[in-house]
């Protein structure tokens, strides 16, 4: 026979209540502040632009911003939109794919990793912008050579903080699974790999930013589409408004990559806690 058991719930102590009230309080204080910061930013700026105190023509202002986003709207801004996402998602993909993998074969290899580790630290440092004609020599003038961009920039990024990650491995869980007859694979499997997860969002949330850069610097370069190509016309042609508004929207577009992310994060610990 099965038994159904009643979970009991304990209540909330008062001091355990008053502490959630006063979080939640706090986070909808801090809201409050982050939307009112920005709303008064917005309103100085066209009040200043309107009063002659900054030159609207270069720094443009809030209204003729607005009314340069409707009519963009109106032509093909989801295009130029979903042609940066679609080379930075490409890029930061293969970004972490490829970034974690090496990570995996230097840590399985201490002796690779001695002889990889200089390189690694010169790749990291070298700015990957002069690198932009030989890259389109290499895969050619089109979207290949941005993700290129997006993927050199990102890839060192991973391979090292994920080798850090496995490297600080609490040795103690290597010990006990070594006591148990687990082989190297088995450990990586089972411990190291797990134990990173943190790291590994870690560097997903760095590299979301760090694929778009390289996008919009491969724009800047070689492209007939995209947020990045908006903006480069905009200057060629000194329509600051398309500029500023093309940066507004990349900055949005940042943010609600971040926020994929960090709610792609709290899904997989979510899952990984069970």
Known sequence: MNEVHDKEYIPLSSERTAYLKGLKRTQHLVLAWQIGILLQFIFFWELLARLGFIDSFILSQPSRIASTFISMTQFDLLMHVGVTVYETLVGFVL??????????????????????????????????????????????????AIIFMALAISLIVTVLEMLNGFRHTNREYIRMASTFGATKGQIFRKVVFPYNISTLFNSLKINIGLSLVGVIAGEFLVSKAGLGYLIVYGGQVFKMDLVMASVIILAIVAALMYQCVVLLQKLAMRWYSH
């Open 95 to 144: 970004g972490v794919i490829i970034g974690t993998a090496l990570a995996v074969v230097l840590w399985w290899s201490s002796f690779i990793s001695k002889v990889s580790e200089p390189y690694l630290v010169v790749l990291n440092s070298l700015p990957k912008i002069a690198l932009g004609p030989v890259i389109i020599i290499i895969v050619g003038a089109g979207t290949e």
